[in-house]
C-alpha cells in the first residue's frame, strides 16, 4: 500500500487554470499506475486520467482530453494533474489513486490506494 495526499485544490473561474498534486509514500513508486479521479455532488466517481510507470504511457477521460494533463516525477514521488480551461462542470473532489498492478485501466476498482480529495470548484 502506499500513502497518497493531494493538494493544489481551490476555487477558479470559467477557462482559468489549476494544477492538483498527489504527494506517495514508499519506494516503489514508480511501479505504481496512478490515476485521478474526480466525484461531483451526487454523482458516481469517474475516470478522469491515467499514467504508467512509462510516463509515455497516459489515458483521459473523452470530457477532460485536451485540456487536461497528467504527468508524474518519480524522483519526487508525485503526480500531477495540469488542468487548463475549465468548466463549471469540472467541479468535484478530486481523488488520487495508485495501481499496483502495472496495468493502465480507467476502473477505480483497479486501484488499491486512495488520497483523501482535494476540492476543485469552477465559478461560471
Known amino acids: 500500500q502506499v500513502q497518497l495526499v493531494e493538494s493544489g485544490g481551490g476555487l477558479v473561474q470559467a477557462g482559468g487554470s489549476l494544477r492538483l498534486s498527489c504527494a506517495a509514500s514508499g519506494r516503489t513508486f514508480s511501479r505504481y499506475v496512478m490515476g485521478w479521479f474526480r466525484q461531483a455532488p451526487g454523482k458516481e466517481r469517474e475516470f478522469v486520467a491515467a499514467?504508467?510507470?512509462?510516463?509515455?504511457?497516459?489515458h483521459y477521460a473523452d470530457s477532460v482530453k485536451g485540456r487536461f494533463t497528467i504527468s508524474r516525477d518519480n524522483a519526487k514521488n508525485t503526480v500531477y494533474l495540469q488542468m487548463n480551461s475549465l468548466k463549471p462542470e469540472d467541479t468535484a473532489v478530486y481523488y488520487c489513486a495508485a495501481n499496483s498492478d502495472g496495468y493502465i485501466s480507467r476502473a477505480g476498482a483497479a486501484f488499491g490506494s486512495w488520497g483523501q480529495g482535494t476540492q476543485v470548484t469552477v465559478s461560471s
Open positions: 499514467i504508467g510507470w512509462s510516463v509515455t504511457s497516459t
